[in-house]
């Protein structure tokens, strides 16, 4: 009995297998979670983009200490402070010169976006760098005088500043002497001689012109809509006129077409239906007045000579002037102090191939909208002649000892330029934005681009052009705002 008792518990206990389906069950182990790798490469570029943001914006407050002036070291003078210029200090080793910055304008502007500012689209100040935020962290201290030149000397090799700011002080007026000197003072703004232009009509060049004619826009709005406004005077102050269908004309005749879509007609809906934008030469979406030729600008009105050789009287309640370039009078009298069979252009500095004023004996360059050369008179050329400049002054640096031995064999010091390798310009493109969320884009290899695809790439270009990183901070959050809340209307 006892034997047959035990026999099933053997059995039982040494017999029974473990099923197949538990035993895997029992020593499987735990799948990793789905894009574990994934998330741990974003978690560690967040880490590392946050880093470096963390430490650019350190760098930016916290300068290094500089080397004096010294004395034994030839001196540059710049004059301006726009995109030639800029980019020439951008790129300039100050450890080999001496360097003074003359401007009336102590920051940079990003002009492709000055036509968003007067609508509100960015903040003007998202848009200006500092000039000390870049003098500040160059190697050797940089003399920043603000300041109109108002005088070149090329023989004495000197200019003469004066303050024309409203506070000054004891001494208003000095000059200083250069070794070299590179003229980036741009251009003015071409009136054709037409009566009534500067007196009445807004420029869109420099910071106070986005101002002006931002005032004057919300001006015209809430003039309109004041108790007893006559049907006439409410047409003629929401009639906005831009002369110049290049692309600053293009550009701000756009950014008002999408004020007028996004914001008037929300916060004027008795009178948006009577906004009106005429540009002056060609465009899609706005009333056009092909081959037109403006005669006179009065107060209220402009005379032109339409198509059909005829007189007509058009009223505005705005008028933008963007029509062109002339020099300015420091260029006009600087040509006329230098040989005339060499500088016979009246709309700037005629330059050669290494970008030396000619007639200057290589101690005057020109770049940017004062120079007179082949290429379009855009910030892309004058950024890129900047870079340019500041190469050849680290190899003319490199080469003095060769040049002195150049000169003493009896050869003319601006034959000595001869030997480094004259400017070449690349066109990388050129974009436009067109209003409705779309932009256009000519670029190289003959490539044309339109519609909201190029209106992204048009963002991301301007974006990653911006000066530093407070610029670009600063126009993604002003884009992020009127995009969310609208575009700011209030006047000051």
Known sequence: MLALSRAPVRFATAKVPTSRFSSTVATSTPKAPRFKWT??????????????????????????????W?????????????????????????????????????????????????????????????IRFLTRFKR????????????????????????????????????????????????ENATFGIPGVKENACFLKEAWDARRIRTQLLDCLESATFPGQPESE???????????????????????????????????????????????????????LNNTMVKEVHQKDILVLNKDKELETIPFGLLVWATGNTARPLVSDLISKLPKDLQNQRRGLVVDDWLAVKGSKGSIYALGDCSATKWAPTAQVASRQGAYLAEQFAQLYALKREKS?????????????????????????????????????????????SGAMTYLFWRSAYMSNLFSLRNRVLVGFDWLKAKTFGRDISRE
């Open 39 to 68: 998330k741990r490469v974003l978690k560690g570029s967040a880490a590392v983009g946050l880093a470096v943001f963390a430490w650019t914006v350190y760098e930016s407050r916290h300068p290094l200490p500089q080397f004096e």
């Open 405 to 449: 031995k150049f000169v003493e064999e009896g050869n003319k010091p601006e034959e000595f330029l001869q030997k480094l390798q004259p400017f070449v310009y690349n066109h990388q493109g050129s974009l436009a934005y067109v209003g409705g969320d779309k932009a256009i884009a000519d670029l190289p290899f003959g490539i044309h681009l």
């Open 234 to 288: 409410i047409n003629r102050l929401l009639h906005m006129v831009v002369v110049g269908g290049g692309p600053t004309g293009v550009e701000y005749a756009a950014e008002l077409h999408d004020f007028l879509n996004d914001d008037i007609q929300t916060w004027y809906p008795d009178i948006a239906g009577k906004f009106k934008i005429t540009l002056v030469e060609a465009t899609p979406h706005v009333e056009i």
């Open 70 to 130: 010294d004395h034994s070291k030839e001196t540059i003078a710049i004059l301006g402070t726009g995109w030639g210029s800029t980019s020439l200090l951008k790129d300039l080793d100050t450890e080999n010169y001496n360097v003074v910055l003359v401007s009336p304008r102590a920051y940079f502007l990003f002009t492709p976006l000055l036509p968003s500012s007067t609508v509100g689209t960015v903040e003007l100040r998202s848009i200006m760098q500092p």
């Open 140 to 187: 050797r201290e940089i003399l920043y005088v603000e300041g109109n030149c108002t005088n070149i000397d090329p023989t004495k090799k000197v200019i003469t500043v004066e303050d024309s700011s409203e506070i000054q002080g004891a001494v208003s007026k000095s000059e200083i002497k250069y070794d070299y000197l590179v003229v980036g003072v741009g251009a």
